[in-house]
């Protein structure tokens, strides 16, 4: 069974920075799309950043130049580096992932649980 496990969330004052994890389970073999999504208190939940397997990137322009998506190839890693944080980058972020299993299947659209981060004073 897939399974994507997100961490590095906490309680963050605002301007500081934290450094989120989307890890994969051993039956995960490749990593392909990986994105973050987010969903602040009351709201649907949005797209923050993605990444290809290639590198190629995408960052939602109410963070671009706050926050970079990074990939380990090597141990199915994807990062959201987030520096400068407002009050409303307040959500639970979540990672989203295609990929592919040890057993060779191909996997489409796997969600984490998702980790709270808190921007506040």
């Known amino acids: 069974q897939v399974q994507l496990v997100e961490s590095g969330g906490g309680l963050v004052q605002p301007g500081g920075s934290l450094r989120l994890s989307c890890a994969t389970s051993?039956?995960?073999?490749?990593?392909?799309?990986v994105a973050w999504y987010r969903q602040p208190p009351g709201e649907q939940r949005e797209l923050v950043a993605s990444?290809?397997?290639?590198?190629?990137?995408y960052i939602a322009e109410p963070v671009k130049g706050r926050f970079t998506i990074s990939r380990d190839n090597n141990t199915n890693t994807v990062y959201l580096q987030m520096n400068r944080l407002k009050s409303e980058d307040t959500a639970v972020y979540y990672c989203?992932?295609?990929?592919?299993?040890?057993?060779?299947?191909?996997?489409?659209?796997?969600w984490g649980q998702g980790t709270q981060v808190t921007v506040a004073s």
């Open positions: 989203n992932a295609d990929l592919r299993t040890a057993d060779g299947e191909i996997s489409y659209d796997n």
């Open positions: 051993a039956s995960t073999f490749n990593l392909y799309f």
């Open positions: 990444i290809r397997y290639r590198g190629n990137t």
